[in-house]
């Protein structure tokens, strides 16, 4: 079956900026994305939702590279300093790319 390349960026971060990061993805133009709760450990510890001042979410968003590679630029000099966050890029191939690009 044919598949279309395309870029899968992953942000991983604080619930407290999901408002903030929806209002950048749309202007950056994400055309849609997918968010989730998340939690785990990593080097500042358990994150594990219990409270909501604690809890993480997963941000995906299907885009082709060049948009991949704005909205991680972005996020990480708007973010990174001041919050826990972790992004990274993967390539994956779609069904219907008229969705994504």
Partial sequence: M???SIKLITIITESALEHSLI???EHLGARGYTITN????????VRDAAWSADSNIRV???????????????VTKTYYKDY?????LSDVGVFRPKKFV
């Fill in 38 to 45: 998340a939690r785990g450990k990593g080097h500042r510890g």
């Fill in 84 to 88: 826990a966050m972790v992004i990274y």
């Fill in 23 to 25: 209002e950048c993805l």
């Fill in 60 to 74: 995906e968003v299907l885009c082709e590279p060049k948009l991949a590679d704005v909205i991680a630029e972005h």
């Fill in 2 to 4: 044919f598949t279309y």
